[in-house]
DNA sequence: AGACGATGCGGAC
DNA sequence: TCCGCCTCGTCTT
């Protein structure tokens, strides 16, 4: 689930259910105490950006929460199922009850801690406008590192919400072996890799999924939905999709399609 | 009952 | 570069 657009979903469905009401706050697995200092407290805004949601509370109360790997939010309606044990925030709203369980950050942010966290956090391709300036000192990123262009696209830092299926499916099709040192494309090459993240990550908040495959119809099932992350053939040549690592993680690609440099393009 | 994996990440070396 | 952590559905024994 959790890539940059399953965060950005969450903001806006608990946003939704949630916000301008008071909410009923708790930790049933006791490990977010901080919860009780929410209970009763007026929802004001949520946020996202990257892989981190923000939860804006009346008195100034800033919760962050990120999924990691495991983490999920479950909405329930009215009256909800008891939590389990490893419920870490239980959030109850007018008509719905959202349950936090497995998520790798659940804390109350300092003000220090949420410029911090601001800071460290690349361009993210979901967000309505990102500046010159932002946009710029990515590319110097992008352009400085010996990195290949498959670990530069997980770096948080540079780009933010790409995880390992967005990852896959932007490479290729834009056509670039994963293998390509980051330093060795080009200034357009960059561009086109930020406007088919945003162009995939921002569909894939509409769809409540990653759908990467044009014309793949109606709710197609998973892999009918995407061109090489985890399938055994190419969609475009046939050939075998080949398996290789990239920043410790498996990263799937077409040997055919793909090239060193990105000189062919589909979508 | 137990093993395994997964769309993530930080820290230790 | 590797390890550990977070959880749970699915598969195997």
Not at 62 to 87: K, Q, S, Y
Request: hydrophobic fraction near 35%; glycine fraction near 8%.
């Amino acid at each position: 689930m959790p890539e940059g657009h399953t965060i950005h979903r969450l903001a806006l469905d608990l946003e939704r259910d949630l916000v301008g009401h008071r909410v009923e706050a708790s930790s049933p697995q006791g490990r977010f105490l901080e919860a009780d200092r929410l209970d009763g407290q007026v929802l004001r805004s949520t946020e996202a950006f990257g892989k981190h949601l923000l939860l804006h509370f009346g008195a100034g109360s800033v919760v962050h929460v990120h999924l990691g790997l495991f983490g999920r939010f479950r909405r329930h309606r009215h009256p909800a199922p008891p939590p389990r044990d490893t419920t870490r925030l239980r959030l109850v709203g007018p008509e719905r009850t959202w349950d936090l369980v497995g998520p790798t950050a659940c804390e109350l942010l300092t003000a220090a801690g949420l410029r911090g966290l601001r800071a460290r956090i690349g361009v993210d391709p979901i967000a309505p406008r990102t500046s010159r300036e932002a946009l710029d000192r990515a590319f110097d990123a992008f352009s400085r590192t010996r990195r290949d262009v498959g670990a530069v696209l997980l770096d948080q830092g540079v780009f933010s919400g790409i995880g390992n299926v967005y990852r896959a499916e932007i490479l290729f099709l834009l056509g670039i072996d994963p293998a390509t040192p980051a330093r060795d494309l080009s200034r357009r090459d960059f561009d086109a890799i930020w406007r088919k993240a945003r162009e995939l990550l921002r569909l894939g908040v509409a769809e409540r999924r990653i759908v990467t495959v044009r014309d793949a119809g109606r709710r197609p099932p998973r892999r009918e939905a995407l061109h090489v992350y985890k399938r055994e053939t190419c969609r475009a040549c046939a050939g075998p999709i080949a398996r290789t690592t990239s920043a410790n993680r498996s990263l799937w690609w077409c040997p055919t399609c793909q090239r060193p440099r990105g000189e062919s393009t589909r979508s």
